[in-house]
């Protein structure tokens, strides 16, 4: 007799090729969880955890705040212009083609004509030449002191703060003293006797009166730093003092005095032109924003235009610097994260 044929719901259910759970528990165990995750290109298909590549490094607190300046428009802003007077005080005749020391007679305090927008000066010189020109020397004094100021701060205020002791109380009491003397009267004094043109005597006296802020600034850093938990574990370790100050301690400890110089150098740009109103500073043949306002200061009524543009150029310049201070500052400033 022929069987009768298997109806639809007498088919055989299809096999399950899945394992048991304590197979499969066991496999996950040996690695059945990366199988598991794993296409046929032995790449992970699952998604990316949150917060980026686990394997990427922690951002530093320098990269953290350059980030925020490149997105900080005060920074942006302040750079173009330090940018732009760093340019012109290196190749001053890219924008202004005249001789700064060429002066007619003739032209004495007469304002603007064709080919000299800011008009001449009382030795009838072109005030748009000399504003250019006198950028070179402003800049100069300004970046040459604040890098000596913080070199010799840096290493005097970071010396005593990581000894202590005796050295620490000789530099406190000299920066007392260094304090005690007024900046103004001691440039009259220091460099009434002094019969050079150049920069350098200038620069040299802000560096003298200038370190001990940077080295307070450095000591107290250094103070705080050198308590932290990394520190005591390398000297735990035998670390020798050289590796402490130059692989921990300095790099932790070096953004207050880079904030305070930054800051510093628009101050010591305007100290520049004060002294060289008063006829200490800087002297003729040279180009200076501060002679031009000592020149002009006499004429204000019958020629403004001679104080306006070299004054105009310092104000800016000065802003300039102390903005971008403030920018350095909030960025490298952790608690206003």
């Known amino acids: 007799m022929r069987e009768p044929e298997p109806t639809p719901e007498s088919e055989p259910e299809p096999e399950n090729h899945l394992p048991p759970a304590d197979e499969a528990v066991g496999a996950r165990g040996q690695g059945g969880v990366e199988a598991l995750a794993t296409g046929e290109g032995g790449s992970l298909v699952g998604e990316e955890p949150e917060g980026g590549d686990p394997r990427e490094k922690p951002r530093s607190l320098w990269s953290d705040a350059w980030r925020d300046l490149r997105r900080n428009p005060v920074f942006i802003i302040s750079a173009l212009i330090i940018l ?4 012109i005080s290196i190749w001053p005749s890219l924008i202004a083609s005249g001789n700064p020391l060429k002066c007619d007679l003739s032209d004495a305090q007469k304002g603007s004509r064709s080919g000299h927008p800011f008009g001449f000066t009382n030795q009838g010189c072109d005030v748009y030449t000399r504003t250019v020109y006198g950028a070179r020397a402003s800049v100069t004094v300004g970046v040459c002191a604040t890098l000596g100021v913080a070199i010799l701060g840096s290493i005097l205020g970071g010396l005593a ?110 100290l520049e032109a004060t002294l060289s109103f008063l006829g200490v500073g800087l002297r003729p043949p040279t180009v200076s924003w501060g002679i031009d306002i ?43 994260r």
């Open 84 to 87: 732009f007077l760093i340019v």
């Open 161 to 270: 703060g990581f000894f202590g002791g005796f050295w620490d109380s000789i530099l406190s009491r000299l920066t007392d003293i260094f304090f005690a003397i007024p900046v103004v009267l001691g440039g009259l004094v220091l460099l009434s006797v002094v019969t050079s043109n150049t920069v350098w005597p200038v620069v040299g006296f802000i560096v003298l009166l200038g370190w001990p802020q940077i080295a307070r600034i450095a000591r107290g850093s250094v103070i705080t730093t050198k308590q932290n938990d990394y520190v005591e574990a390398a000297r735990a370790l035998g670390a020798s003092n050289t590796r402490m100050l130059l692989r921990h301690i300095t790099p932790n400890a070096v953004a207050p005095v880079i904030v305070v110089a930054t800051i510093a150098l628009g101050t010591y740009v305007a």
């Open 294 to 336: 000592s020149d002009a200061s006499g004429n204000v009524r019958n020629a403004p235009h001679m104080l306006l543009w070299p004054s105009g150029a310092l104000a800016i310049t000065v802003l300039a610097f102390i903005m971008l201070g403030d920018a350095v500052r909030d960025a490298l400033d952790p608690k206003l």
